[in-house]
């Protein structure tokens, strides 16, 4: 250690000499105070408030969130429950047994028979309407080069009819004219159609399939003086045909179709029936399997579902709020088991670390 | 003596016995709340040296015992006001700065853990996509989200915190420099949070990731039938993320002014407000989002239950964690937090006073060498510099 000696000194912030000082030095010193114009903002003196985290507050987070999550997740479950849901899977069914060891030759041949008759039984009655949807499995929508393959300009008005690069390679027919509506997307449009009677009279069910598209997609996305044109004529047919005397604001399907979905098993709508259907009735589906999903393993799958406020059925989220609300009411009451059994009292400096001993903190 | 010594310290001389020094020294120290200055220059006084906040030792006739133990050591007693003055001062802001930057970089070392936690939270969900889409490297999200997120959606309250923060006022911070004192434990215990908070991102990411594919899955989403595209489902999930690391970010302050609600539902509000906006300009520019908010989301129950299931189910491991420490395994500023709060320094100061006196005494270690360096450094300055100040050599001696 060195000592501070006699020195040379400069004097730190905050202290001067007074210049009119003679004698005893340290007496000259004076503390010298600077103040600022200081906001409450710049002090950080704003009005704060400053919740802790008291036991009372603790059991009582845990018990709010169990008491709101708790009847959620009942009315979700009951919600989910109401739906009634129809699923039959038809693409192997469907295969005449001739081709059953070459079905991908039997879909890409156009003059083979492809109807089908299938049979749907009803477990609860259905009240309209009842949604039509076909399911796909193992189809990647979502896959980047497929999403990207399409041309909005071109979807909604005619003027942009030869805007077809961001389409490659369905942007032009062997001809040379532009495909509209071009893109791998278009192109893959799902083409099974069905018919559904009831099989106690034969009497057949209309299917509405008007109101199955958005109605910003049928305003804005897709014009009404856009037709058809070169559709499919690529060389390679990939899906359906399309009616080149109808504007693609009045295609639904296309609209649905190209809604590309997030999860590569996905369900689209196809239509509605608006009639009820009663329980243990059988539906006859005839259906035209005309889509190649064999060529990668993708299922097909025709679903009949009824809705509730909640949608769909999926018992997942009324099952997963209840678990929440059951876990926050474990840890309300285990807190409050402790908070009984082990109190701390608050502000308790005897916890301090320096208080605790080693080993604290 | 009208010196500033007076002002600073309470002083005693004597040439009492060791023992009674040591338990004078801490009466003083503990009674009057006040910082206390010993001097003395023989082997008795060691002590007393060190039981007081600063001992100065002097060396001379007894030997240099005095002056080993001591913080500061002089060679002549008419060298202590110079020394309370000049370095007392120095001293003081110096350890209100350390006190000050440590606090800082405490709240900048949260800062930085948030920030990690909420990336991760959000780069992670794009990850987990991928193995849906064959690995094609198409995002969930919309290009524009992605681009907002660190940009305004989730940056104000992460700058409130590093700002703003205070787990204690600025002069209870002060009055216990022990609060964030530097030591080995401290060093493990700022790798443990920062490895917490990862993991909370990584769980966090999870639930969000898990949750919203279950809950879309394939079935409508809607009475009227529809099902959920990628639009619908990216955007369902992004808001659960906005929702869920701004409930988060407010979890973890204290203090709460206007700034801090006003950044962090904000940055709330904001997200609806773009998606909004976003939804409205012509399908050229927002595609699929196209009034995804107006048209399909908004009307749509299940997407307001994801999101509050969500950001519960995100945050409850933290808010389980903060009131499992605070019960079990308070941290101090904990305690100081609610001594204020029930005005317990209020009602028994001379508790109050003593656990600050402890404090400071936790600062010791450390302390001594950093002014001795300090000392040096600013020796060397002073020879360098050339508006200097000469003092005659004489000073009456105030023995």
Redesign the interface.
């Known amino acids: 250690?060195?000592?501070?000696?006699?020195?040379?000194?400069?004097?730190?912030?905050?202290?001067q000499?007074d210049p009119n000082c003679s004698g005893?030095?340290?007496?000259c010193?004076i503390?010298v105070l600077q103040s600022k114009p200081d906001s409450k903002f710049t002090q950080?003196e704003?009005?704060?408030?400053?919740?802790?985290?008291?036991?009372k507050w603790?059991v009582s987070?845990?018990m709010i969130?169990a008491i709101v999550?708790i009847p959620?997740g009942i009315a979700?479950l009951l919600g989910s429950r109401d739906v009634v849901?129809v699923v039959e899977r038809y693409e192997t069914k469907c295969i005449p047994a001739a081709n059953i060891n070459n079905k991908v030759q039997y879909i890409q041949n156009s003059d083979a028979n492809k109807n089908c008759t299938i049979q749907m039984k009803i477990p609860k009655r259905m009240k309209k309407?009842i949604?039509v949807?076909y399911?796909l499995d193992n189809f990647?929508?979502?896959?980047?080069?497929y999403?990207k393959s399409r041309s909005?300009?071109q979807l909604?008005s005619s003027k942009n009819e030869n805007d077809t690069s961001s389409c490659k390679p369905e942007n032009l027919a062997t001809g040379g004219g532009a495909i509209v509506p071009c893109g791998l997307i278009a192109w893959s449009l799902f083409n099974d159609t069905y018919s559904f009677s009831l099989q106690k009279n034969n009497q057949s069910l209309a299917v509405n399939k008007k109101g199955?598209a958005?109605?910003?997609d049928k305003q804005?996305?897709f014009g009404k003086d856009v037709y058809p044109k070169n559709f499919q004529g690529g060389g390679l047919k990939g899906g359906g045909d399309l009616n080149v005397s109808v504007p693609l604001s009045e295609q639904e399907d296309l609209m649905v179709w190209m809604?590309?979905?997030?999860?590569?098993?996905?369900?689209?709508?196809y239509g509605?029936i608006e009639v009820d259907l009663e329980a243990n009735e059988t539906i006859n589906v005839t259906l035209q399997n005309n889509y190649n999903t064999y060529s990668f393993n993708g299922k097909k799958k025709l679903v009949l579902?009824t809705?509730?406020?909640?949608?769909?059925?999926?018992d997942?989220?009324g099952i997963?709020?209840l678990t929440?609300g059951m876990?926050?009411l474990a840890?309300a009451i285990g807190?409050t088991v402790?908070?009984f059994v082990k109190p701390?009292r608050?502000?308790?400096?005897t916890?301090?670390?320096?208080?605790r001993g080693p080993g604290s903190? | 003596m009208?010196?500033?010594l007076q002002r600073y310290t309470h002083y005693f001389v004597g040439f009492t016995l060791f023992n009674v020094l040591i338990q004078v020294t801490r009466l003083v120290k503990e009674g009057t709340g006040k910082t206390t200055l010993a001097i003395g220059d023989g082997a008795n006084d060691v002590g007393m040296i060190q039981e007081a906040d600063i001992g100065v030792?002097i060396?001379g006739v007894e030997g240099m015992q005095a002056?080993?133990a001591?913080d500061?050591?002089?060679?002549q007693f008419r060298?202590l006001?110079?020394?309370l003055?000049?370095?007392g001062?120095?001293c003081y802001?110096r350890i209100a700065q350390m006190v000050i930057i440590k606090r800082l970089s405490r709240f900048s070392l949260s800062s930085i853990c948030y920030f990690f936690y909420k990336n991760i939270a959000f780069g992670l969900t794009l990850f987990y996509f991928e193995a849906?889409?064959?690995f094609?490297?198409?995002s969930?999200y919309n290009d524009w989200y992605m681009l907002l997120f660190n940009v305004i959606l989730t940056s104000l309250p992460v700058i409130s915190l590093g700002v703003?923060e205070?787990d204690v006022s600025?002069e209870v911070c002060l009055q216990f420099p022990?609060l964030y004192q530097q030591g080995p434990?401290?060093l493990f215990?700022d790798w443990y949070r920062i490895l917490g908070w990862m993991g909370n991102g990584l769980y966090t990411s999870l639930v969000i990731f898990i949750?919203n594919?279950?809950?879309?899955?394939?079935?409508?989403?809607?009475?009227?039938?529809?099902?959920?595209?990628?639009?619908?489902?990216?955007a369902t999930m992004f808001s659960c993320i906005i929702s869920a690391v701004n409930c988060q970010i407010a979890l973890t302050m204290?203090?709460?002014?206007?700034?801090q609600h006003l950044f962090v539902w904000g940055s709330v509000t904001t997200w609806y407000l773009f998606l909004l906006l976003y939804g409205m300009l012509?399908?050229?520019y927002s595609?699929?989002a196209?009034?995804i908010l107006v048209?399909?989301l908004g009307p749509?129950?299940?997407y307001w239950?994801?999101i509050?299931?969500v950001t519960?189910?995100c945050n409850?491991p933290y808010?389980?964690h903060?009131?499992f420490q605070?019960?079990?395994n308070?941290?101090?500023h904990?305690?100081?937090?609610?001594?204020k709060?029930?005005k317990?320094d209020v009602e028994d100061q001379h508790?109050w006073r003593r656990?600050r006196s402890?404090?400071r005494?936790?600062t010791k270690i450390g302390f001594t060498a950093r002014v001795?360096a300090k000392?040096?450094q600013?020796?060397g300055?002073?020879?360098r510099?050339s508006?200097?100040?000469?003092?005659?050599?004489c000073?009456?001696s105030p023995c």
Not at chain 1, 1 to 15: D, K, T
Not at chain 1, 351 to 355: A, E, G, R
Not at chain 2, 219 to 228: D, I, P, S
Request: net charge positive; aromatic share 14%; hydrophobic share 45%.
């Open positions: 250690m060195e000592a501070v000696g006699q020195a040379i000194l400069v004097l730190p912030e905050g202290i000499s005893y030095l340290p007496d010193f503390a950080q704003l009005p704060a408030c400053k919740p802790i985290l008291t036991p603790v987070a845990f969130i999550f959620i979700c849901e309407p949604y949807y399911q990647y929508q979502n896959h980047r080069r999403v909005d300009k909604k199955i958005w109605k910003s804005k996305r809604r590309t979905a997030a999860l590569p098993t996905f369900r689209k709508l509605k579902s809705t509730s406020w909640i949608g769909g059925r999926n997942f989220l997963a709020y929440v876990i926050c840890l807190f402790v908070y701390r608050l502000g308790d400096p916890f301090l670390s320096w208080n903190h | 009208t010196t500033p030792g060396s002056v080993m001591s500061f050591s002089i060679s060298f006001e110079r020394l003055v000049v370095h001062h120095w802001k849906f889409t064959a094609s490297g198409q969930v703003f205070q600025a022990a434990k401290n215990f949750l594919i279950m809950i879309f899955y394939n079935q409508a989403f809607r009475a009227e039938g529809q099902t959920a595209d990628m639009a619908a489902m990216g204290s203090h709460f002014t206007w700034i012509p399908p050229y595609e699929d196209h009034k048209e399909a749509a129950p299940i239950c994801t509050l299931l519960v189910a409850l808010l389980a903060i009131s605070r019960c079990f308070p941290m101090d904990h305690i100081i937090q609610e001594i709060y029930y317990k508790m656990e402890k404090a005494q936790e001795d000392i040096r600013l020796k300055k002073l020879q510099k508006s200097t100040l000469v003092l005659p050599n000073m009456p």
